[in-house]
């Protein structure tokens, strides 16, 4: 879209207005593959001490894997929130994008935890 010619000018208004749904978008999509990567914590937790003591690497790999993709998908989420102009959406979304990074930390320690007690 056209830069217009600044502020008050309905085309820079409409490309601002564009620019801030994209980069919502931008936003959404990591953040809603954190939140379902952190739905599997539970499943995990709940089968980690009924484990086969042959596949333990697997679920150890698994949750150090899940662990990593919700970091890098909360590293995407800051990277796309640095442009975010609603004063709103970027708290409670920062807010949620850092609750679920940090109980993926605990989540992938408590699998393993409970690997270890096996």
């Known amino acids: 879209m056209p830069k217009g010619t600044g502020v008050g000018d309905p085309v820079t ?16 999509v990591p ?7 952190d739905s599997a914590w539970e499943a995990l937790c709940e089968i980690a001490p009924y484990i086969n003591p042959a596949s333990k690497s697997d679920l150890e790999v698994g949750a150090k894997a899940l662990e990593a993709g919700i970091w890098g998908a909360f ?4 990277i796309n929130m640095q442009d975010i102009q609603d004063d709103n959406f970027r708290k409670e979304t920062l807010k949620e994008a850092e609750n679920i990074a940090e109980r993926a930390k605990v989540k992938s320690l408590e699998v393993i935890s409970k690997l270890n007690k096996m």
Do not use: Y
Not at 31 to 37: I, K, N, P, S
Not at 75 to 78: C, K, Q
């Open 31 to 37: 953040l809603t593959t954190m939140r379902l990567g």
């Open 13 to 28: 208004d409409a490309r601002n207005e564009k620019l801030q749904s994209g980069l919502r978008t931008a936003i959404n």
């Open 75 to 78: 590293r995407n989420v800051s």
